[in-house]
């Protein structure tokens, strides 16, 4: 293996399993602890800083896999996770300080060094062991100011002060949905980190071989990429039926339901088992008329009345050309995929054309693409080309189960195939149209509505030449494909699906360009995602900005970090 060592600004630090993370900001010289259990903001909960002589110190940090370490002038902290909920510090010389991060919470001393915080808005408890050390609760604070309810002041106590004494202190910082755990064992440093080295290592293990021709820097990058990965799986709970890979353990910490399907088909270098268990998450909660959830989170939030593409029959379409699957395996995703895609077709056709409609864009996953600025209930070209590929993937699972419903998916594949060129093809481009009305833009601009090349050999030859041409005019920039055009007057350098590059659209149409026989422009589109990603924005960020190649928003972003495995082994181990 080699060594890596990351940036916990870009990525956050945590380990497999865990449901604990820790982020940095360098420039206000503090450190962000993160329960993955929550998201958007109510994932930060509590701020860790490192002191001086009372006041916020200088420090160098630097993050591998097994601990991240802080270098001050007095000595340095040692962190690392312990266990998937607990986080430790090991300070030799340093002083700590633990501020919960809530407006409405408070701590308990409940001594012999033992103390608890208590977050509603978390909905979390907190137990903060100081193993060695003086701890001294601090307060009373509320954002900076002394508290009152009902006009009388309230000793809520939020901060705990932690004195290194003797040369060395430990505090063990453990979040949990109740209040049922604690720290077992003696907590040893030494220990505990071999273990997670060794636990890193066997994991860095399955990354397949990297050919020595690869570029150190791409080498290093891949093995960082790795360990975005490996770091953002959450164990078994509540909702996550099997070990579930998040988004990120930062902002960002659910599974949505086209997002895994990229993850699934990263871990399949693993094994089937870890690739279908990332393919299933969300079908777990699978409504009886056929509905996937939009996100999901272990005791928190379900969101529905909103969903996803639905990418799935690709995905497993991709799946089955790497692996043999039982025919207990095979039912059991026939029988989703089936109701999936009757759904699309049953309720979400309002005005019964037979061809099916995203409510709004957030069901598109392009949540403000420029599409959906004529309105909600849009008939976009991508979705019924998703579902004519889940379909032929419906009819291959029919085949492989000899349930005699190959043909019958086929032909309705051919079908809807046939409705998409009749409704949406002008004879130059796909458009989209409002359902009903069928009043459209006459000249789209957003990449979503070329996103049909997504049916490679199933799309013939002129309309994929067509495609061709205009994501080259229009789309390819020096880093990849734009998601708006540049010279569109509603072009948003970080516009969200206004502009930016995504790792999704970027994989879904090279993959596309491949299968219809264009792997030239496929191969250029992936060189340029890969460069982006490695040398110019150095991370796996949620999106890229389509001109200069910088990385925006979410940090740590797994899709981003599937692609760019799946990329890297396709462009540059092969």
């Known amino acids: 293996m080699i060594n890596i060592n990351f940036n916990i600004y870009n990525i956050p630090f945590s380990r497999y399993g865990a449901y604990v993370a820790l982020t940095g900001d360098k420039s206000k010289k503090q450190l962000t602890v993160h329960n993955a259990r929550r998201r958007c903001g109510e994932d930060e909960t509590f701020e860790a800083e490192i002191l001086e002589n009372g006041n916020l110190c200088n420090y160098e940090l630097s993050a591998s896999p097994d601990a991240v370490t802080v270098k001050c002038d007095t000595g340095e902290v040692k962190i690392y996770v312990r266990d998937d909920n607990t986080l430790v510090f090991v300070s030799t010389g340093p002083d700590l ?106 994991f860095f293990a399955t990354l397949p071989p990297i050919p020595d021709t690869v570029p150190d820097m791409e080498r290093e990058f891949a093995a960082i990429t790795w360990y975005n990965i490996w770091s953002s799986f959450a164990r078994s709970e509540d909702v996550y039926v099997k070990d579930t890979m998040l988004m990120s353990k930062k902002y960002m910490s659910s599974v949505w339901s086209w997002d895994h399907c990229f993850n699934a088909l990263a871990v399949a270098s693993i094994s089937k088992e870890r690739a279908l268990d990332q393919f299933m998450a969300p079908f777990h909660l699978q409504l009886e008329s056929g509905s996937l959830p939009d996100m999901l989170n272990p005791h928190q939030e379900v969101i529905r009345g909103v969903t996803k593409p639905p990418i799935h029959g690709w995905c497993f379409d991709k799946l089955m050309d790497l692996f043999d699957f039982t025919n207990e395996e095979l039912r059991k995703v026939y029988h989703h995929l089936e109701k999936w895609t009757l759904w699309w077709m049953e309720y979400r056709d309002s005005d019964k054309d037979g061809i099916p409609e995203y409510p709004m864009g957030c069901d598109s996953g392009w949540d403000n693409s420029t599409v959906f600025d004529m309105g909600y209930f849009v008939e976009s070209p991508d979705l019924s080309a998703f579902l004519v590929i889940q379909m032929r993937t419906l009819s291959r699972i029919a085949g492989e189960l000899q349930n005699g419903q190959d043909m019958y998916w086929n032909e309705r594949a051919d079908a809807l195939l046939q409705k998409l060129y009749e409704h949406l093809w002008t004879g130059e481009q796909f458009i989209a149209k409002k359902s009903g009305s069928h009043e459209n833009q006459e000249n789209p601009t957003s990449l979503l509505v070329h996103i049909p090349i997504v049916l490679g050999s199933l799309l013939d030859d002129e309309k ?48 596309g360009l491949r299968r219809a026989g264009f792997e030239e422009l496929a191969k250029e589109i992936a060189e340029k995602y890969i460069h982006m990603s490695c040398h110019v924005a150095e991370g796996n960020y949620e999106n890229f900005d389509a001109i200069t190649g910088a990385g925006l928003r979410a940090p740590g972003y797994t899709w981003s970090a599937s692609v760019y495995m799946l990329l890297f082994w396709e462009y540059r181990c092969n």
């Open 464 to 511: 994929a030449e067509k495609i061709v041409l205009i994501l080259k005019n229009n789309y390819l920039t020096e880093h990849g494909l734009a998601t708006e055009q540049v010279k569109s007057p509603r072009y948003q350098s970080d516009g969200y699906w206004r502009g930016p590059i995504w790792a999704p659209s970027t994989y879904l149409v090279i993959d």
């Open 97 to 202: 300080r633990f501020t919960l991060k809530s407006n409405f919470g408070y701590g308990v001393d409940q001594g012999d060094g033992q103390y608890e915080m208590i977050s509603v808005q978390h909905h979390l408890y907190t137990r903060l062991f100081v193993k060695q050390g003086f701890g001294l609760l601090e307060g009373p604070f509320y954002d900076g100011h002394d508290f009152k309810w009902n006009n009388t002041p309230v000793d809520i106590k939020k901060t705990l002060y932690v004195k290194c004494e003797s040369g060395t202190s430990i505090v063990a910082l453990q979040m949990t949905p109740d209040e049922t755990i604690r720290v077992d064992g003696d907590i040893d440093p030494e220990r505990d980190i071999t273990a997670i080295r060794t636990e890193w290592n066997d």
